[in-house]
C-alpha cells in the first residue's frame, strides 16, 4: 500500500488497491433504499454520484498524461474535491453555476443531469485548446456550458463571488430571466451556487461579496445565493489555519452556514441539499463549508512533498472522496467492489479514447480568430436599435400628461461636496423585472403604472419634456438621456452611491428615483466592487445595468471587476453569455474649489488597456446625449461593456469664451431627431473644420473647451486650428485622427491625462501606425498626482500651455 502520492499512477494505483480489499455485502439492497440510515442519499444517486466522481478523476489523470508530451495546457485538478458532485446532485439543472477550478466533479454531475451532455470530451476539449471547445472554444480551460447554466469563470480568485451577488440579485426580483445566449433561460425559483477555495475567503472580492451579500439580507432584499467553499486547507503551498474558515464564514452575518465532511458524499448530499432547500424556499443567502482534501498537489510540476510531509499526505489519502464513496456503496450492499472496478476502468477508457480523437482537433489559427468574440461590433444594428427606441419614445409623446406634478430639470445644479456615506439607504424592495427586452414601447396615461415605468415622455418629465427646456448643461443632458433610457429599457436599472435619494453628488440622477421607483433606482453600499459584480451579474441575467462610480479614483479599487470578469465573459464564452453594462464614471480634473487627487484624477491607462471595453468621453451637452444612447444600445444589441467618463469640471458649466455666451450648452434633440445624430463609436468630431486649417489639436474632455478657447486666441493672430474632439477614447477614432492630422500636417495633442501612459501616446501611435508623415508634439498633464487647491495648475495643461505648444508647431 503507497502512503504518499506524487503522480498520477501512484493514485490511480492506490484507488485500486483500496477497492480490491473492499468485502461485498452479504446481501445486496435496493437502490431506491438510502445508503445508510442516517442520510437522504439513495443508492441510485449513490452510484450516479460514484460515476461523476471516477468521471473528475480520470479526466485529472487524462490532463497530466496530455501535459507529459506537451499535448496539453492546463492541470489544475479537482483530485480530493470529488464530493462536490453531491452538490451539484442537491440542485436543479437550471440553477445558474459559477464554479471553481475544482470543481469537476461538480460539472460531470450537472451534466448527466442534461441529456446529450458530454462532460468528458468538453473537459479534455478545454485541456488541449481544441477550437471545438464549447464554451471558451480554446481560450482558456474552463468549466461552462450555456445548455448546463454553468456560467464560466476565470482563474483570478474570488473575482466571480460579486457577479454571483449580482445574479442572485436580479433572480430575487422574482420573475424567469432568460440571459441573451443563456440557454433556457433561469425559472423564477432559480438560486445561485457559487464555488471557491478557502484561499480565496481572504481575497477583497471574495469579502466584499460575503458583505454584500449579508448587508442585502439584512435591509431585507432577496437573494437567492448559495455560497460553496471548498476547504482543502492550502492554498497552493500556504496553510490556512486550523478553524479559519470555520471562524471566518460561520460569523458573517446574513448568511446562514452549513457545515459538511466533503470528503462524505452522503453528508455533502444531505447538507447542500438543505441549504439549497432554505435558500430556494426563503430568497436568502448561505454558505456551505465543505472540508476536502488536495490529491497530486496544486497544478503541474507542483511538488508538494516540499512544503508537506508524508505523514500530511498519506492523511489526506485516507480521506480520498472516491474511495469513500465506493465503500458506501459496498457497505450498504449497493455495489460491489467488481462492479465498481468495472465502472471505474469503463470511464477511464472512454477518456482515453476520447483523449486521443481531441488531440488532432484544431486549434484556434489567428489573431482575428482568437480576438472574434471579445468585443463585437455591429454599428448598423447599434444604430438601428437607437432609431427604434426613439419611434417609440416618440409614439408614446401623444400621450396625454398627467396632471400630476413631479421633478423636473433642476437649473441650478451646484458643486457639492461628498455627501456622508450611504449605509443608511436602502436597497428596493424587490418586485418583479421585465422580462428582458431590447426595446418595447410604453403605453397608457398613468405618470408611473407602479412597475417604474411611466407611461409616456410626457408622464415621465411631468409634462415638460427637456427639448422645450432651452439650452441645458451636460448635467442636465445626462439627467434627460437618462430618463429617456429607463423609457426606452424597462430592464434598465440605475444605482450606485447617492444616485437615489440625494440624486447624485452633482445632482446628476436627480429625480430618477421619484420617476421611476426604488426598484429601478436606488443606493447602495459604499464598495465599488460589489456595485459593479452587481452589474455583471444583473447583466448576466438579462438586466441593463447603469451603476454609477461616483469618483474615477475610486473605480481603481475595483478594476478587476472589468478587466477579469466584465472584459472576458464574451471572450470565454464565445458570445454565449453577456453581462451588458454601461458604468458612468464622473471624472477628470479641473474641478475648482474642491478636491484634490480623489476628486480630480486623470488616470484613465488601466481602462484603455482593457481588451474590448468601450470608453465614451463626451466633453459637451450636444454630444453626451447620442454618445449616452450609443453605449446603451451597444450594451443590448452587442452585450458591450462601456466606461461612460463625464468630466465633472464640465458638468455645470455654461459659457466658452466669455460670461454668458451660453456657447457650452445645448438644446436636447427630441427622439424625432436622434437618427439623424446618432455618434457610432470610434468617429471623433471637428471644430472649425477648414480646407485651409494651419493645424489639428487633437483632445478630448476637458481639453476641448482648453482648445477651443486657445484657437479663438491663436485666430486674433491670423492662425486657424482645427480641434478635433475624440470623443472615444477606446477604441480609438483612428481613422478621423490620421484624415485630421494629414489634412494640415501639423497636430498638436493636447493630453489632460498624463504624459507617461495617457491617452497622448495612444494618438501618437496611431499616427505612426497610419503612415502619418508630418510634425507632431503633445502638451500633457505632468506625472503627478494632482494636489489640492492651486497648485493642480502646475500639473495640469492650460490655455497658455496649449498656444505655446501651437506656436512651436508652426515655427517648424
Not at 496611431?766 to 503633445?778: I, N, T
Request: glycine share 10%.
Amino acid at each position: 500500500m503507497l502512503s504518499s502520492v506524487t503522480t498520477p499512477q501512484d493514485l490511480d494505483e492506490r484507488f485500486r488497491a483500496e477497492l480490491a480489499g473492499l468485502v461485498a455485502a452479504a446481501s445486496p439492497r435496493d437502490l431506491d433504499e438510502p445508503v445508510r440510515e442516517d442520510s437522504a442519499l439513495t443508492g441510485e444517486q449513490a452510484r450516479a454520484l460514484y460515476d461523476a466522481q471516477s468521471t473528475s478523476r480520470h479526466l485529472d489523470l487524462a490532463a497530466r498524461w496530455l501535459r507529459s508530451f506537451d499535448a496539453g495546457y492546463y492541470t489544475i485538478g479537482s483530485s480530493g474535491h470529488e464530493g462536490n458532485a453531491a452538490v451539484a446532485a442537491a440542485l436543479r439543472p437550471t440553477d445558474p453555476a459559477l464554479l471553481h477550478y475544482r470543481s469537476g466533479a461538480f460539472y460531470a454531475m450537472r451534466a448527466s443531469q442534461v441529456a446529450g451532455s458530454d462532460p468528458i470530451r468538453d473537459v479534455l476539449r478545454g485541456v488541449v485548446a481544441s477550437a471545438k471547445e464549447p464554451i471558451a472554444g480554446g481560450r482558456h480551460k474552463v468549466f461552462g456550458h450555456a445548455d448546463l447554466h454553468v456560467v464560466p469563470t476565470t482563474s483570478t480568485i474570488a473575482s466571480h463571488l460579486p457577479r454571483a451577488v449580482g445574479v442572485a440579485y436580479a433572480l430575487g426580483r422574482g420573475k424567469r430571466l432568460d440571459p441573451p445566449g443563456g440557454g433556457h433561460g433561469w425559472p423564477a425559483d432559480a438560486i445561485v451556487v457559487a464555488s471557491f477555495g478557502d484561499a480565496s475567503i481572504n481575497h477583497a472580492a471574495a469579502t466584499a461579496a460575503f458583505n454584500t451579500a449579508g448587508w442585502c439580507d439584512h435591509i431585507g432584499l432577496k437573494l437567492p445565493l448559495l455560497l460553496v467553499c471548498e476547504d482543502n486547507g492550502l492554498g497552493i503551498s500556504v496553510r490556512t489555519p486550523d478553524g479559519w474558515v470555520a471562524a471566518a464564514l460561520g460569523s458573517r452575518p446574513g448568511l446562514r452556514y452549513y457545515k459538511a465532511d466533503g470528503c462524505d458524499s452522503a453528508e455533502t448530499y444531505d447538507r447542500a441539499a438543505e441549504a439549497a432547500a432554505w435558500v430556494r424556499r426563503y430568497r436568502r443567502p448561505a454558505v456551505l463549508h465543505m472540508t476536502t482534501i488536495r490529491l497530486m498537489g496544486h497544478a503541474g510540476a507542483d511538488a508538494e512533498m516540499a512544503y508537506r510531509s508524508p505523514v500530511e499526505i498519506a492523511g489526506d489519502l485516507a480521506r480520498d472522496p472516491l474511495v469513500r464513496t465506493a465503500r458506501m456503496l459496498v457497505e450498504a450492499g449497493m455495489a460491489t467492489p467488481a462492479d465498481l472496478m468495472t465502472r471505474y476502468d469503463d470511464i477511464g477508457w472512454d477518456v482515453r479514447r476520447i483523449a486521443e480523437e481531441v488531440l488532432g482537433e484544431p486549434k484556434l489559427s489567428s489573431a482575428s480568430e482568437v480576438t472574434a468574440p471579445l468585443a463585437p461590433r455591429r454599428p448598423v444594428r447599434v444604430s438601428r436599435a437607437v432609431a427604434d427606441a426613439a419611434a417609440h419614445l416618440a409614439a408614446a409623446d401623444t400621450a396625454e400628461p398627467h396632471p400630476d406634478t413631479g421633478p423636473e430639470l433642476d437649473d441650478n445644479l451646484e458643486f457639492a461636496p461628498l455627501s456622508p456615506a450611504a449605509d443608511t439607504e436602502e436597497w428596493p424592495e424587490p418586485e418583479p423585472a421585465p422580462t428582458p427586452a431590447t426595446v418595447r414601447p410604453v403605453s397608457g396615461t398613468p405618470r408611473n403604472n407602479g412597475n417604474g415605468h411611466p407611461a409616456s415622455r410626457l408622464a415621465a418629465f411631468a409634462g415638460k419634456l427637456p427639448e422645450k427646456a432651452g439650452p441645458l448643461t451636460l448635467a442636465q443632458t445626462i439627467n434627460a438621456a437618462l430618463t429617456d433610457a429607463m423609457l426606452a429599457y424597462p430592464q434598465m436599472v440605475v444605482y450606485g452611491e447617492d444616485v437615489a435619494a440625494k440624486g447624485g453628488v452633482y445632482g446628476v440622477t436627480k429625480g430618477l428615483r421619484d420617476r421611476f421607483g426604488a426598484t429601478r433606482v436606488f443606493d447602495t453600499l459604499l464598495d465599488e466592487t460589489s456595485i459593479l459584480g452587481l452589474g455583471l451579474g444583473a447583466g448576466l441575467a438579462g438586466m441593463l445595468p447603469v451603476p454609477e462610480i461616483q469618483y474615477l479614483a475610486y473605480l481603481h479599487n475595483a478594476e478587476d471587476q472589468l478587466r477579469g470578469e466584465a472584459a472576458t465573459m464574451q471572450f470565454f464564452s464565445q458570445g454565449a453569455f453577456h453581462n451588458p453594462m454601461v458604468v458612468r464614471v464622473a471624472g477628470l480634473a479641473y474641478q475648482l474649489g474642491f478636491g484634490g487627487h480623489f476628486h480630480n484624477d486623470n488616470a484613465l491607462a488601466v481602462l484603455r488597456d482593457i481588451p474590448g471595453l468601450v470608453v465614451a468621453a463626451p466633453s459637451r451637452p450636444e454630444d453626451a446625449a447620442p454618445m449616452l444612447r450609443t453605449c446603451l444600445a451597444s450594451a443590448v444589441v452587442d452585450g458591450s461593456v462601456c466606461v461612460f467618463l463625464e468630466p465633472i469640471a464640465m458638468y455645470h458649466t455654461r459659457d466658452l469664451l466669455r460670461d454668458n455666451d451660453d456657447w457650452w450648452v445645448s438644446d436636447y434633440a427630441p427622439p424625432s431627431e436622434w437618427p439623424a445624430i446618432h455618434v457610432p463609436i470610434g468617429r471623433a468630431r471637428a471644430y472649425d473644420n477648414g480646407p485651409n486649417d494651419d493645424l489639428t489639436i487633437i483632445t478630448f474632455g476637458n481639453g476641448v473647451r482648453l482648445s477651443l478657447r486657445a484657437a479663438a486666441r491663436l485666430a486674433t493672430e491670423g492662425v486657424t486650428a482645427r480641434v478635433v474632439d475624440l470623443r472615444w477614447l477606446s477604441p480609438l477614432p483612428v481613422g478621423d485622427i490620421i484624415k485630421h492630422a494629414s489634412d494640415t500636417g501639423r497636430v498638436l495633442i493636447v493630453d489632460e491625462t498624463r504624459r507617461s501612459g495617457g491617452v497622448g501616446e495612444g494618438v501618437i501611435a496611431a499616427l505612426v501606425d497610419g503612415g502619418y508623415v508630418g510634425v507632431a508634439r503633445r502638451v500633457a498633464a505632468v506625472d503627478s498626482f494632482v494636489p489640492l487647491g492651486p497648485a493642480a495648475n502646475h500639473v495640469l495643461v492650460s490655455e497658455e500651455q496649449i498656444i505655446q505648444g501651437a506656436r512651436s508647431l508652426l515655427a517648424r
